[in-house]
């Protein structure tokens, strides 16, 4: 089992930034790939940033050039740098954990973003 806790969202001005935080406890393997989800009012759940034990990244392109993904693999915690923020951003952002040898994926509770346009 494992268990994520998200961090670090809230309310920011359009062009700005935010960085968002999730820690991940319990049991957790080395070929778990970490990521983040959002979801925003009225629209489908969208997979926009992914990092593997090796670093290895993978943007949407509605984030890519914006947001930055990183990962602490002693601590494992992944952290996520928003950059130039703007009101499609808002959406609650899940941090998620996939084990593909157990084909299992875990969630965060979620954390609000909001963009005022």
């Known amino acids: 089992q494992v268990h994520l806790v998200e961090s670090g969202g809230g309310l920011v001005q359009s062009g700005g930034s935010l960085r968002l935080s999730c820690a991940a406890s319990g049991n957790i393997f080395s070929g778990d790939t970490m990521g983040w989800y959002r979801q925003a009012p009225g629209k489908q759940l969208e997979m926009f940033a992914r990092i593997d034990i090796g670093g290895t990244v993978n943007y949407s392109p509605s984030v890519e050039g914006r947001f930055t993904i990183s990962r602490d693999n002693i601590k494992n915690t992944i952290s996520l740098h928003m950059n130039k923020l703007r009101p499609e951003d808002t959406a609650v952002y899940y941090c998620?954990?996939?084990?593909?040898?157990?084909?299992?994926?875990?969630w965060g509770q979620g954390t609000q973003v909001t963009v005022p346009s």
């Open positions: 998620t954990l996939h084990q593909p040898f157990y084909d299992k994926e875990y």
